[in-house]
Each structure stands twice: as C-alpha cells, then as structure tokens.
C-alpha cells in the first residue's frame, strides 16, 4: 500500500467535491457554534443596555447603548451555565438522528434546526428567557453537528486518506474558530439583527452543503480506496 499525500484528498473529482464540502462544513460548524457561544455574554450584556434605556427590543438599541460595558451578575452567569448544558442533549440528538436517517440527510436537518433556532433570536421583542432557551437550542444542534461531521469524515474517507483527511477537516473547523470574534464581538456591537441573520445563514449553509455531498456513509463499510 503506497503511502498517501495530501493531494489525494483531492483525487477523483467525487473525491474533490467531498473534501471541499467538508472544509465549508466544518469551517461554518465550528464558526456558528463558537460565534454563538461568543455573542452569549454579549447579548446578556445589552439587556442591561436596553433595560437603562426602557427598550424592551434589542435590534431598536442605538449602537453606543449596544457597544456599552456592563458587568455581569449572578443571573448572566447562571444563563450562561444553562446555554452551556446544550451540550447534554446535544449527544442524544446526535444518537436520535443518525439512528434513523442517513448521514447526509442527519447532517441537513442539524443545519435547518440550527437555522431556524438562529432566525427566531431575531423575533423583537425577545425575553431574556427566551433568548437563553434559543441559544441553548442553537448550541445543542451545532454540537451535536460536530458530532456528526467527526463520525461522517471518518467513514467517507479510505483507510489510506482516513488520519489526512480528518486532520485536515479539523483544522478548517479550527479557522473558522479562530474568525468567528469578529462577527460575533465586533459586528455585533454596530448591527444586532445582522449578526444574528448572519449566524443562521451560517447555519443553513451547513445543512445545505451536507445535502450536495456526494458520498453516503451509512451502512457502507471502510473503503480502503476511493470509488
């Protein structure tokens, strides 16, 4: 057995198409989940905003009240704690919807959920309440994306490409870690609404992306070469 490369990964066309479908996807996972973990505080922050300036919408928050500091309380960090137990369920739905649907199709409906949890922080106005439980929503599905995309990229590559090719994945899950503070620290102190929009696009574009990949996993077993 020849050793691999990292060219191979991109070698035949299906095997093009898949790695970069793969890039996007752990790039966008990794960027949505981490962003909304980031714009987390930020939002607890600008309640205290909008609660010294009478505003019950934070969209409607002027950009010098939405750019304010305040110190967190108690309340922000118990909020933050309950958006952090996402990643609980996170492991059940996982379980549930590679269980009874297939890869490509698990990895869409994480993507829509995400986005649709995403799209409804925009509602205004919005309770403290009901944005924490959104977050919570939004983190249980994208952790449980990258779940999936951990389980999905191991068993669509062969033996020979199986180590390369799940590096390589991750450390475009790693960028996007890395560009997400600014959208979610910087974009979000001068437009609200676009920063959420922009996350649930995010979000869509990752279910969107697992339905155009060309390989399906389930039930397959380990290919020591592509097909």
């Not at 793969?22 to 960027?31: D, R």
């Not at 305040?70 to 996170?90: F, G, M, Q």
């Not at 409906?109 to 919570?136: K, Q, Y």
């Not at 779940?147 to 996007?176: C, D, F, K, N, Q």
């Amino acid at each position: 057995m020849r050793e691999s490369s990292v060219m191979d990964l991109f070698r035949p066309l299906k095997g093009l198409i898949t790695t970069l479908l793969l890039w996007l996807i752990w790039f966008l996972t990794a960027f949505t989940y981490f962003g909304v973990l980031l714009m987390t505080t930020e939002l607890l922050e600008m309640y205290h905003s909008a609660d010294s300036a009478g505003e019950q919408c934070l969209q409607k928050l002027p950009v010098g009240k939405a750019a304010e500091c305040h110190h967190l309380t108690s309340k922000d960090y118990l909020d933050v704690l309950w958006t952090s137990l996402a990643e609980l369920p996170a492991i059940a739905i996982c379980y549930f919807l590679n269980r009874f649907f297939k890869r490509r199709i698990s990895i869409a409906i994480h993507g829509v959920c995400g986005a649709a949890l995403g799209a409804a922080l925009l509602s205004c106005p919005l309770s403290r309440a009901g944005t924490v439980g959104l977050i919570f929503g939004v983190r249980s599905f994208m952790s449980s994306l990258f779940i999936t995309m951990y389980l999905y990229t191991s068993e669509v590559y062969p033996t020979v490409l199986r180590a390369t090719g799940l590096g390589a994945a991750y450390t475009w899950g790693r960028i996007g870690g890395i560009a997400t503070p600014f959208i979610a620290q910087v974009m979000l102190r001068h437009t609200i609404r676009g920063t959420k929009l922009f996350y649930a696009l995010t979000a869509l574009l990752c279910g969107v992306a697992g339905l155009l990949l060309p390989y399906e996993t389930k039930g397959r077993s380990l290919e020591e070469k592509w097909e």
